[in-house]
């Protein structure tokens, strides 16, 4: 069987390769797979292969014609694919901008899996997913990543080529796989064009970013399940609100439109993520045998404006308002019935915003009152102490969340109980290289004993996940402001099932 690193070895050199693999008998001057391949949402039986073939990825339509494009694929258990188990054509439309979603079925459980795909004469690079055990099985071990908020005009994705060489079964992308900034300065790099508004500017921010070799290989190497947070649309939204230019709610549902159908287009994600007009059904779940239920979260598309006017601010009453919400009544009431269903071992709430309600005084012994994080849980309490009293008593309930641009690790409370334990992934790019210990993570620590780890450098997390116990690694890079960053292990947090705590490893 072909080792993880020896496949991302191969990988890379294909990524380097490639465009000249078939270059005599192609009908292209350049690269059509020039944003790679992809994979996502793997089952017991199957999972999604993705590409899009833009040959001049940065132009309008990606350099293509305004014509349909057959494209072939293949899947198979060995990467010279002389074991071919899965093949077909599909069409790559311009609608779509060239992109390619193919479903895969009919596939072994529990094992890995090589796909590629060929257009015009040209062949794809490689790319490796493996499918999940079935939903009856009792797997001794599940490793997984989870990373996101990816700027690139933060620094370099040095995390993702690291990333690519960890042995996973899958991972999991809380969301800011682009930003939707203008170019600013200073930066590593700079984004080409302005502010995002149309679904083409949206299209060619999302080739920027998938042109990137380190990106390429981390997609290569894994299936991922994909979420989004904010910068996918605009920073901060809420619903049909966001409050960087002001549109009014019919407006906002057009931008936010584009953004969803440019999201897709660029995603490894499944037809029931397709985009209904300026909606997109962005919660779902997934098993991991008895071991892992999964639940990701949308806490974007569905929740109330932020409290206060948002910010980092003192509590108004309307944090504690009935009817604010930061997740549906629909995914409330069907992530309850996931956690109480007792399906797995562990129960993972994969999402995006900070859970616990971190009181962020620099200094809590002068301030006047409790300083909340506004566009997190916390601006949406009356729901989060639902959810977390209905956490209570299981004891089994791992959230694992991005956004904050920080490592953190922490416990949840009910009424003074810890229920759950939440893992706060950095980004891996997004405000530069950051340090071990920001200036304010003494004062942190001090005014949230529920708070047992922060960090500000950036990289990703792994999970060991057995039976009866958790571990989560934090791995850090000593800079990401120029290429060729040292990855090291900052933290190892262990978690018994059973006993909602944290212990260092």
């Known amino acids: 069987m072909l080792s993880r690193r020896r496949f991302v070895a191969m990988s890379t050199a294909a ?53 349909v494009v057959p494209v072939a694929w293949e899947v198979a258990t060995d990467e010279a694919f002389r074991s071919v188990v899965a093949q077909g054509s599909a069409v790559a439309r311009p609608e779509l901008a060239h992109s390619i979603h193919v479903e895969v079925a009919g596939l072994k459980p529990d094992r890995p899996y090589f796909y590629r795909f060929e257009v015009g004469g040209e062949r794809s690079g490689l790319g490796r997913a493996c499918t999940f055990p079935l939903a009856t099985a009792t797997p001794a071990s599940l490793r997984l990543g989870v990373a996101g908020c990816q700027d690139y005009q933060g620094g370099y994705f040095t995390a993702f080529r690291h990333l690519a060489a960890e042995d996973l079964a899958f991972v999991f992308h809380y969301g800011d796989y682009i930003y939707e900034y203008g170019p600013d300065s200073p930066t590593v790099r700079a984004h080409v064009g302005d502010v995002l508004m149309s679904l083409d500017d949206y299209r060619r921010r999302y080739a920027q970013y998938k042109s990137d070799a380190d990106l390429q290989r981390a997609h290569a190497a894994h299936a991922f399940f994909m979420t989004l947070d904010d910068h996918e649309v605009r920073n901060n939204w809420a619903g049909d609100f966001e409050d960087e230019d002001k549109a009014p709610p019919e407006v906002f549902r057009l931008h936010r439109q584009a953004a969803f159908q440019a999201w897709y287009e660029h995603m490894p994600v499944r037809r029931a993520q397709f985009p209904v007009g300026s909606a997109i059904q962005l919660y779902r779940g997934a098993r991991f045998g008895n071991l892992a239920r999964l639940d990701f979260l949308d806490t974007r598309q569905f929740r109330t404006n932020q409290p206060c006017d948002d910010g980092y601010k003192i509590a108004c009453a309307a944090v504690r308002s009935p009817r604010a919400h930061i997740v549906s009544a629909e995914e409330e009431a069907w992530l309850t019935r996931n956690l109480q269903r007792r399906a797995a071992r562990w129960n993972v709430v994969a999402q995006q915003v900070m859970m616990m309600a971190l009181d962020w005084r620099e200094r809590p012994d002068a301030a006047p009152a409790k300083t909340l994080n506004l566009d997190s849980w916390a601006g949406y309490e009356v729901q989060r102490q639902r959810l977390l009293a209905r956490m209570g008593g299981l004891d089994d309930v791992i ?6 641009h920080r490592n953190y690790a922490g416990l949840l409370h009910d009424r003074e109980r810890p229920v759950a334990v939440e893992f706060v992934g950095t980004s891996i790019s997004s405000d530069g290289d950051g340090d071990d210990m920001p200036s304010t993570g003494p004062a942190l620590l001090a005014a949230n004993p529920q708070l047992k780890l922060v960090n500000n450098q950036r990289g990703y997390l792994t999970c060991d996940v057995t039976p009866d116990e958790w571990r989560t690694n934090y791995m850090v ?13 900052r933290a190892t947090f262990a978690v018994e099932r059973g006993r909602p705590d944290l212990r260092l490893a």
């Open 399 to 404: 959230v694992l969340t991005g956004d904050e």
């Open 477 to 489: 890079l000593d800079r990401v402001s120029s290429p060729g960053g040292t990855l090291s292990k």
């Open 15 to 67: 990524l380097v390769a490639a465009p000249g693999i078939l270059r005599a008998q192609s009908k292209w001057r350049a690269q059509p797979f020039s944003l790679g391949v992809a994979s996502g949402d793997p089952s017991p039986d199957g999972f999604v292969i993705w590409t899009r073939i833009a040959p001049q990825p940065l132009e309008p339509h990606g350099g293509m014609p305004m014509t």
